[in-house]
């Protein structure tokens, strides 16, 4: 199986001993991030960072095992009790506005997020080729959480992204403003038209 190093920028203390030691210049880049057309895999810059903010990773991941529901059980219960912590911390954070308090909680806020995102990552949620990621993206894509959120960074992402689970189909239901007939598919096509009163698409309405 093929490896690449990975460099994590959070970790990563400018030590910059993997300069030195790769032979291919894989890890000399204006945005640290290492180059992975170069990389060949051979593990000397992890083996040299002092900070271990490198790691070698598969280029091609398995898919997510599933886990037992009693080993997902107490995951989500901590889950959730860390983002309760880490709005906590976020709204008090607010509260001191300035000063020593607001940058230990902001610090507080900060540490929570982190470790709730390597639960969640344990418990096979939000992996960047998992089935639940691409689900997530898709739906942001259709109806965006937020005005400014970036529906075409994640258009990309979507491109980008190898997805090695199998996609599960979510079906809607549609119903037809002038006779009542209900239609079940994942998307309405712009053609369609009602099957009872030859209504087109845009005389349906999604209600499930």
Same mark, same amino acid.
């Given at each position: 199986?093929?490896?690449? =190093? ?11 001993? #993997? ?8 890890? %000399? ?5 290492? %180059?992975?057309?170069? #990389?060949?895999?051979?593990?000397? #810059? ?15 991941? /398995? ?10 059980? /107490?995951?989500?219960?901590? =889950? $959730? $009790? ?6 906590? =911390? ?21 540490? !929570?997020?982190?470790? $709730?995102? %390597?639960? !969640? ?5 939000? !992996? /960047? ?8 993206? =898709?739906?942001?894509?259709?109806? &965006? ?15 980008? !992204?190898?997805? $090695? ?13 002038? #006779? ?8 309405? &096509? ?19």
């Amino acid at each position: 199986m093929k490896m690449l =190093a990975v460099r994590n920028l959070r970790l990563c203390t400018k030590d910059c001993l #993997c300069l030195y030691v790769c032979p291919t210049g894989a890890t %000399d880049t204006e945005d640290s991030i290492i %180059d992975l057309s170069k #990389c060949i895999g051979c593990g000397m #810059c992890a083996d040299a960072c002092p900070s271990k903010a490198i790691s070698m990773v598969p280029e091609e991941y /398995p898919p997510q095992q599933k886990k037992a529901e009693h080993v997902l059980t /107490p995951s989500h219960t901590l =889950a $959730n $009790n860390k983002a309760k912590a880490e709005g906590m =911390a976020r709204l008090l954070a607010r509260e001191a506005e300035s000063g020593e308090l607001y940058r230990l909680l902001k610090a507080v806020e900060r540490s !929570l997020r982190l470790v $709730n995102e %390597d639960l !969640l990552r344990e418990s096979g949620y939000m !992996l /960047p080729q998992s089935a639940n990621t691409h689900e997530l993206l =898709a739906s942001w894509v259709q109806e &965006p959480p937020a005005p400014d959120f970036p529906v075409e960074a994640a258009k990309k992402l979507l491109e980008l !992204l190898p997805c $090695n689970e199998p996609l599960e189909k979510k079906m809607h239901k549609y119903r037809c403003t002038v #006779c009542g007939y209900i239609h079940e598919a994942e998307e309405l &096509p712009p053609d369609f038209s009602c099957p009872v009163c030859r209504q087109p698409a845009s005389a349906f309405e999604r209600i499930e």
